[in-house]
């Protein structure tokens, strides 16, 4: 009789699963605040501040040192982090929320083949099948974008959305070369300790003095970022780069939800239509590597 005890590849999935609708929840604090006239440097800044002092407190709780042992490779990847971060916000700041999340969900690309070269990661076929059901199914969903010559998505947000895919591909490949030598919660340390001073450096003298509520929102979105980030973290030391991102896809969905539920951006039939081959993908994947 087959065993039903959970395996680490389990875990990591349901981490994987975990941070997608963490970061699906901040993305959409993030875009509340910033209509709330809150610059997206000053958004960045809270965040950071929230994910320093959760981090550091994790991290005092476990007893273990602070800065890690390979500070280089850390520092590395808390400025790739903080770099993609400030363009993944621009771009979610600016552009509806479905489709900033579908330009952010083009790193699992660059994820795979990174892992493939730098860390000797198989690129296993059913993660294949699961990354190209999950791309067609983001080329469905933007059909009617790309088509519209009404409302023509702003080139710099598009840029921006790019680079911050990029940039979290490189975050994803560091994270998952430091879990062989470093604490989780050391790796994530990294990454707000860096963003924090860049973007306040960066944001000058356009700091907001933000309301109670647009306060709670800032609050929320470093909550929320540190759900995302345990959780990928996590599934990063549990399972392999590129079957992780593979099931980060399912963000897509949150997102869907969200913007509809929160901006009334009602998806269309092209949306629908791609939502569901992203989830087939990851369902396929999950299904596949259990039978």
């Excluded at 929230?50 to 007893?63: F, H, N, P, T």
């Excluded at 850390?74 to 916000?89: D, M, P």
């Excluded at 699992?108 to 892992?115: D, G, N």
Aim: hydrophobic letters at 55%; glycine letters at 8%.
């Amino acid at each position: 009789m087959p065993s039903t005890r959970a395996t680490p590849q389990t875990h990591a999935v349901y981490y994987a699963l975990l941070s997608a609708l963490g970061f699906a929840l901040m993305s959409a604090c993030v875009k509340l605040a910033s209509a709330r006239g809150v610059p997206v440097l000053e958004i960045v800044a809270a965040r950071a501040l929230v994910s320093v002092l959760l981090s550091y407190l994790d991290i005092r709780r476990k007893g273990i040192a602070p800065l890690g042992h390979n500070k280089p490779l850390l520092l590395a990847r808390g400025a790739t982090g903080a770099l993609a971060l400030i363009c993944v916000y621009y771009a979610v700041t600016t552009l509806p929320l479905a489709e900033a999340t579908l330009l952010q969900y083009l790193h699992p690309v660059f994820t795979a083949l990174l892992a493939f070269h730098f860390l000797g990661e198989r690129i296993h076929r059913f993660t294949l099948i699961c990354i190209a059901l999950s791309l067609t199914g983001l080329a469905t969903m933007m059909v009617p974008v790309w088509s519209s010559t009404d409302t023509p998505l702003p080139l710099l947000s598009l840029t921006a959305g790019l680079a911050g895919a990029g940039g979290s591909a490189i975050a994803y490949i560091l994270v998952k070369t430091l879990s062989k030598t470093e604490d989780s919660s050391v790796i994530i340390l990294y990454f707000p300790m860096l963003a924090l001073p860049l973007s306040l450096l960066l944001l000058g003298d356009d700091l907001v003095i933000p309301e109670p509520e647009t306060l709670g929102l800032l609050l929320l979105v470093g909550v929320f970022t540190q759900v995302g980030q345990v959780g990928l973290t996590k599934a990063l030391q549990g399972e392999v780069a590129n079957r992780v991102v593979a099931y980060s896809y399912v963000q897509v969905l949150f997102s869907l939800a969200l913007g509809w539920l929160v901006f009334a951006e009602l998806p269309s039939l092209w949306t629908l239509a791609g939502g569901g081959l992203i989830l087939s993908g990851a369902l396929f994947n999950l299904l596949a590597r259990r039978g």
